[in-house]
C-alpha cells in the first residue's frame, strides 16, 4: 500500500460528459501529480502541485484542470469527455517538488462511452 | 527534449532464468532514473532508483539496475525471476535540480515469465 489513495476505482461515463477523480496523498506529502495512461500515449505527465500551488504543467488538455485544496487533496476535472479521454488516471504524491520518489495511487480507470 | 527509450515491449523468460530489461535515455542534464513495476490492475510501485554514488543499485524482489552514464543506460536485471515477477515494468527519468519532479516515462516492457 503506497499510502496514496484515489477515487473512484472505476467511472464510466458518456462523451461531453464532466468528471472529477479525486486523489489523497500519503501523510507529510505536500507535492501531487497526475498522470495519464493510455494505450496509445503511454504515461503521460499532467501536472504537479505543490502545497496548494501549481508547480509543473505538462500535456494537459485545456479541458482539463486540477487544484489542491489547504488538506492537500487534489482534484483533477474533465470536462467535455471525448471518447480519447478514456483512459487510467494515476496520482501520485512526494514530500517535495523537487528531487524526490514518487508514490503512486492504484488509479482511476474512465471509460467513455 | 528528454525522453526514455524502452526498445521491448514484451520479453517472454521461463521461470528461473536470469532477465534483462533495456531502458536507454536521453537527456542534456544530469538525472534521476527509476524502475517502476506495474501489477494487473494496480498502481506503480518504486522498484529501485539511482540518485548518485554507486552505479549499481539494489532494489525489492531481487532486482538490481546498473547505470551506464557513457551508454546513457540503465537496464533492470534479476538473476532468477519467478511467476510473480510477470509484470509491466517501466523506466523513468527525473530532470537533477530542475524546477519540477515530474518523471518521464518509457513505454513499459511486459515480462511474461513462463513455467
Known amino acids: 500500500d503506497s499510502g496514496v489513495t484515489q477515487t473512484p476505482k472505476h467511472l464510466i461515463t458518456a462523451t461531453g460528459q464532466r468528471v472529477t477523480l479525486r486523489c489523497s496523498p500519503r501523510?507529510?506529502?505536500?507535492?501531487v501529480y497526475w498522470y495519464q495512461q493510455s494505450l496509445d500515449q503511454g504515461l503521460q505527465f499532467l501536472i504537479q502541485?505543490?502545497?496548494?500551488?501549481?508547480?509543473a504543467k505538462g500535456n494537459i488538455l485545456e479541458r482539463f484542470s486540477a487544484q489542491q485544496f489547504p488538506d492537500l487533496h487534489s482534484e483533477l476535472n474533465l470536462s467535455s469527455l471525448e471518447l480519447g479521454d478514456s483512459a487510467l488516471y494515476f496520482c501520485?504524491?512526494?514530500?517535495?517538488?523537487?528531487?524526490?520518489?514518487?508514490?503512486f495511487g492504484d488509479g482511476t480507470r474512465l471509460s467513455i462511452l | 527534449a528528454q525522453s526514455v527509450t524502452q526498445l521491448d515491449s514484451q520479453v517472454p523468460v521461463f521461470e528461473e532464468a536470469p532477465v534483462e530489461l533495456r531502458c536507454n535515455y536521453s537527456?542534456?542534464?544530469?538525472?534521476?532514473l527509476f524502475w517502476y513495476v506495474q501489477y494487473p490492475n494496480q498502481g506503480l510501485q518504486l522498484l529501485l532508483k539511482?540518485?548518485?554514488?554507486?552505479?549499481l543499485v539494489k532494489g525489492i524482489n531481487g532486482f538490481e539496475a546498473e547505470f551506464n552514464k557513457s551508454q546513457t543506460s540503465f537496464h533492470l536485471r534479476k538473476p532468477s525471476v519467478h511467476i510473480s515477477d510477470t509484470a509491466e515494468y517501466f523506466c523513468?527519468?527525473?530532470?537533477?535540480?530542475?524546477?519540477?519532479?515530474?518523471?518521464?516515462f518509457g513505454t513499459g516492457t511486459l515480462l511474461a515469465v513462463q513455467p
Open positions: 501520485a504524491s512526494s514530500v517535495g517538488a523537487v528531487n524526490q520518489p514518487q508514490h
Open positions: 501523510s507529510g506529502d505536500l507535492s
Open positions: 502541485y505543490y502545497n496548494g500551488e501549481e508547480r
Open positions: 537527456s542534456s542534464v544530469s538525472v534521476y
Open positions: 539511482y540518485l548518485s554514488g554507486s552505479t
Open positions: 523513468a527519468l527525473q530532470n537533477y535540480g530542475g524546477a519540477t519532479n515530474k518523471l518521464i
